[in-house]
């Protein structure tokens, strides 16, 4: 049985959850799923959720460090990179406990490489198979936000005419927030119609979401 033990992490919605606690069940020698349990000591009474979720099956995964945002998890469950995530600041032993698999992919290696290199200024476009999940609309959007040139922004009204629905904005708003692949998926290039920064989802382990967006904007017009 493994545990492991956040204490103060942000949720999506940048608020802290004082205790997460994951804990992966075994039987028979094999990890069956992980339950989470979820403790809100902010409120007058204690609350408890219980989620289950499945393990992934993956081909690979790395991990790559940038001192600005903490570690990246770069992910391949079949024919491509699927995801990408923000993990912070965290003992990354312990996370490899909650996969199947401890070993970099050929191409999980390629896409740490090319990330690595965009962070250093020298690359503006990726090169790497993407296995994109999600709904047709949501598939739109990313597709529009894969046109916005490295170093601009548009807004997200601006992305909603780009997909031929000028009057969904919310609805775009939503879909950028599940993309699973940012970055090289670069949501962060959607910003608010008056010029002002606009929301991004991500940043676990201590990092706000705002502020690796505003990182990556910056890193962006540094090397444009």
Not at 161 to 177: E, H, L
């Amino acid at each position: 049985m493994f545990f492991e033990l956040h204490k103060g992490s942000p949720n999506i919605y940048g608020r802290r959850s004082n205790l997460i606690l994951i804990i992966q069940i075994s039987f028979q020698g094999k990890v069956n799923k992980n339950l989470i349990i979820l403790k809100n000591l902010n409120s007058p009474h204690y609350s408890f959720s219980y989620k289950e979720r499945g393990m992934k099956n993956i081909k690979g995964i790395s991990f790559l460090y940038n001192k600005e945002i903490g570690y990246l998890e770069i992910i391949e469950e079949k024919d491509g990179i699927s995801e990408i995530s923000f993990l912070g600041n965290i003992d990354i032993e312990t996370r490899k406990n909650l996969y199947n698999i401890f070993n970099e992919s050929p191409l999980t290696k390629k896409c740490s490489q090319q990330l690595e290199e965009y962070f250093n200024g020298k690359r503006k476009e990726f090169n790497i198979e993407l296995d994109i999940r999600g709904t047709e609309f949501q598939k739109q959007c990313w597709d529009a936000l894969a046109r916005v040139p490295y170093g601009e922004t548009i807004s997200y009204s601006d992305e909603a005419k780009m997909i031929g629905n000028d009057k969904a904005v919310r609805a775009v708003g939503s879909a950028n927030g599940k993309n699973c692949i940012p970055i090289i998926i670069p949501c962060h290039r959607i910003v608010y119609k008056g010029g002002e920064i606009g929301g991004y989802s991500g940043g676990e382990g201590g990092n706000k979401g705002i502020e690796i967006k505003k990182y990556l904007l910056e890193l962006e017009k540094k090397f444009k």
